[in-house]
């Protein structure tokens, strides 16, 4: 009874804490409300037509139900080569699975895989390329391997000099900036550039930013960049999504969680992947409390998910009145609750500092710290993260 007792406690503790901090100037909106750039086609099509186009793009880069590649293709724009992220050009790839170059089926145009060991574009693959058109559907997590997608295209760009349109979408996760700056001792391809967890931009505004502060830009050399804006679209605004990033994040839920639970994916916690609620759900074999349970299983998006066919117990986290009172900010209250709750050594995995961006976050959860304690040392950071920042906004 104990373990069910501090289940409930946590729960409702978090919950009240969201609801004392929620800012009354944050407000729903529905993705379809918004104008993203590549829905404004009379903006960038003069910018391409007659040129050599290359387009880094997934199954998110769609407007009104039909590809981006598909439309431009009927506008009579030459698109020579598709730049695909991690997950895929059809984003049917599991997490951290390797994608080979192909040909797309439909169009016969070429498909470089940007994920793997082949991360930036060689000078081969942007030969006979004028300029590269980029529109992928971010959710605003440093460890979402999109923005590392974006850094290494800069970098070609800068090396290859090739022009870079990009086409902004707004961000789920845009309404906050939260968590540790990355210690670029830690840098990877789940961490890139020394900002927040939680960065609280758009993608058009974080190549802005990218371009123009040497702490971020990935070459000495700035870029020829052009950043087709969004139209009705402000910070203020917690976007309900309508399409789908990646294959494990499904859902308007596990979006705005991912900030949170994605922390799990470097410990010995699963987030649900294997199920019908990844990234809404968090559990381990070993977790006392069997008021919810699950069992990963293999699928089309978790080929081989973490405790295959073994019965998992914790906390479902998918419950949208939880979504109605977002604190706008991490939750770190799970973590340190598993933490507990589970007494492993071997809770933290080679892959938690990465996600973290640091190896602070681990030794004070390890020596038992509390939430506020373990904020008080990365806000000094946030504070300076904010000063750069507010010079890219392009949305209020």
Not at 258 to 263: D, E
Not at 281 to 296: A, E, L, R, S, W
Request: overall charge positive; charged content about 25%.
């Amino acid at each position: 009874m104990r373990i069910i007792s501090l289940s409930a406690i946590i729960i409702l503790y978090v919950q009240c804490l969201f609801s004392q901090t929620k800012n009354e100037k944050i407000f729903f909106a529905d993705e379809k409300s918004i104008i993203k750039g590549n829905e404004q086609i009379s903006e960038f099509l003069p910018l391409i037509l007659n040129k050599k186009v290359g387009i880094v793009a997934n199954s998110s880069s769609v407007l009104q139900n039909k590809h981006l590649v598909d439309t431009l293709i009927s506008l009579n724009v030459t698109i020579v080569k598709i730049f695909s992220p991690e997950h895929g050009f059809r984003g049917t790839a599991d997490a951290g699975e390797k994608i080979r170059d192909t040909i797309d089926a439909k169009t016969g145009i070429p498909i470089i895989s940007l994920y793997g060991k082949h991360k930036e574009p060689t000078a081969e693959d942007l030969k006979n390329i004028d300029v590269l058109l980029f529109d992928l559907q971010d959710v605003g997590v440093r460890f979402y391997t999109y923005i590392s997608t974006l850094y290494y295209i800069m970098k070609s760009c800068a090396v290859f000099d090739k022009t870079l349109i990009v086409l902004d979408r707004p961000n789920p996760n845009g309404f906050y900036v939260d968590g540790p700056v990355l210690d670029t001792n830690y840098r990877s391809f789940v961490g890139i550039i020394p900002v927040p967890l939680v960065y609280g931009m758009t993608i058009g505004e974080l190549a802005l930013m990218m371009n123009n502060e040497s702490i971020f830009r990935p070459s000495n050399k700035k870029i020829n960049l052009k950043i087709i804006p969004l139209k009705n679209y402000s910070h203020n605004m917690i976007v309900k999504m309508s399409s789908v990033p990646s294959p494990n994040l499904n859902s308007w839920q596990s979006i705005l969680l991912y900030p949170s639970l994605g922390l799990f994916e470097g410990t010995i916690v699963s987030v649900g992947r294997g199920t019908d609620k990844p990234f809404q759900i968090v559990g381990h074999p070993q977790y006392p409390d069997k008021t919810f349970c699950f069992t990963p299983r293999p699928n089309l998006i978790s080929k081989k998910p973490k405790y295959k066919d073994i019965e998992c117990c914790g906390l479902d986290l998918s419950s949208t009145d939880y979504l109605k009172n977002h604190p706008g900010k991490i939750n770190l209250q799970w973590l340190i609750h598993f933490y507990k709750v589970l007494k492993s050594k071997k809770f933290f995995d080679k892959n938690f500092d990465y996600h973290a961006g640091n190896s602070q976050l681990q030794k004070d959860i390890s020596k038992g710290l509390s939430e506020e304690k373990i904020r008080e040392k990365w806000s000094k950071d946030i504070e300076n993260f904010l000063q750069i920042r507010k010079k890219y906004l392009l949305y209020d």
